[in-house]
């Protein structure tokens, strides 16, 4: 596709349910990343993929979120029992390798609403 | 940890004024500086990415600059239009960090007709 594409673009569910929420990024492109954007702030890190592998999920708030990427493309963020404060924009960026050299292409988001 | 700081929070001025937007970064050891665009409830947009070993990118009415050694960068907008309203975010990729873009709060601008 000519940008990275995010599925839903939004979601509401209840509290203590599972989301998933789906990134499809720039054909060829072997780095994807997940942020995270509260209203009003910048985005904020989650994770970062080279390839298949999680190279650094640091930014991972806790054992909640789980983010796959089985085949080197599409990437899915996972995130179960929801709170309220998970309530935010979650973006996705692809870049051609790592982010060193390469500019990060981001994605329209996926606004999670958790009631 | 690491920081990025961009002032003033937000900003309004008539059309056809050149203008700057600030960013500041608290180590001078990064890879390179990325500065975006936001419009409301969209994702972003990249406009400018400058690499460590650079001083300054330009397109076409934009102009970035980056002082590692100070931490500073500035996105220069000449000539503002209307469609120029936005957010602008400046992001960071800084050294010890490996990949992950640490992002400002952003500028909010808002150009008047």
């Known amino acids: 596709g000519a940008g990275v594409s995010q599925t839903p673009s939004n979601k509401v569910t209840e509290k203590g349910k599972y989301v998933e929420l789906r990134c499809d990024p720039i054909?060829?492109?072997?780095?994807l990343y997940w942020y995270r954007q509260s209203l009003g702030q910048g985005p904020e890190f989650l994770i970062y993929f080279q390839g298949t592998g999680a190279a650094d999920d640091s930014g991972l708030p806790n054992d909640r979120f789980f983010a796959v990427r089985p085949e080197g493309s599409v990437s899915t963020l996972k995130i179960q029992r929801t709170e309220r404060g998970d309530s935010a924009v979650y973006l996705c960026a692809s870049s051609p390798e790592g982010a060193r050299y390469n500019e990060q292409f981001f994605g329209p988001g996926t606004r999670l609403t958790v009631l | 940890k690491q920081e990025v700081t961009q002032i003033p929070a937000a900003l309004s001025v008539p059309e056809g004024e050149n203008l700057v937007l600030n960013c500041s970064f608290t180590d001078s050891a990064i890879y390179n500086l990325q500065w975006f665009r936001q419009d409301p409830g969209k994702g972003l947009t990249s406009l400018l990415l400058?690499?460590?070993?650079?001083r300054e990118q330009t397109s076409g009415r934009l102009n970035a600059s980056l002082d590692k050694s100070s931490g500073r960068s500035t996105l220069y907008i000449a000539a503002s239009q209307p469609g120029d309203s936005a957010t602008y975010l400046c992001a960071v990729l800084f050294m010890e960090y490996g990949n992950k873009l640490v992002f400002g709060a952003g500028t909010i601008l808002r150009v008047k007709s």
């Open positions: 400058i690499q460590s070993s650079q």
């Open positions: 054909s060829g492109h072997t780095a």
